[in-house]
Nanobody, 124 residues
Framework: QVQLVESGGGLVQAGDSLRLSCAAS????????MSWFRQAPGKEREFVAA????????RYADSVKGRFTVSRDNAQNTVALQMNSLKPGDTALYYC?????????????????WGQGTQVTVSS
């Protein structure tokens, strides 16, 4: 049974940094794509970043390019999202998601597995 558990969310001020982590368990994730999505109140869930666990290729939403960095630790089955220069518009519930191939998909319905989310709130 695949389980994804996010951690690291919190309340910060604009300009601050946060590091989110996603711990995956239940199978070998070396061939998976692990991604981050977020959902703000009243808005659709949107793609943030993805990383292919096999070769480390990454993909980012335009809104976070240059500020967010996704990384992986295959030995620990974890994925991190380093978020710098945070803005109030980054406030959302952040989800970790996984799909069993190295395709860096951006549509949420392309992902089979989801975590429960971790809240990030950025005050101005």
């Amino acid at each position: 049974q695949v389980q994804l558990v996010e951690s690291g969310g919190g309340l910060v001020q604009a300009g601050d940094s946060l590091r989110l982590s996603c711990a995956a368990s239940g199978r070998t994730f070396s061939s998976y794509t692990m991604s981050w999505f977020r959902q703000a109140p009243g808005k659709e869930r949107e793609f943030v970043a993805a990383i292919a666990m096999t070769h480390g290729a990454t993909r980012y939403a335009d809104s976070v390019k240059g500020r967010f960095t996704v990384s992986r630790d295959n030995a620990q089955n974890t994925v991190a999202l380093q978020m710098n220069s945070l803005k109030p518009g980054d406030t959302a519930l952040y989800y970790c998601a996984a799909r069993p191939d190295p395709i860096l998909a951006t549509r949420q319905n392309a992902y089979s597995y989801w975590g429960q989310g971790t809240q990030v709130t950025v005050s101005s």
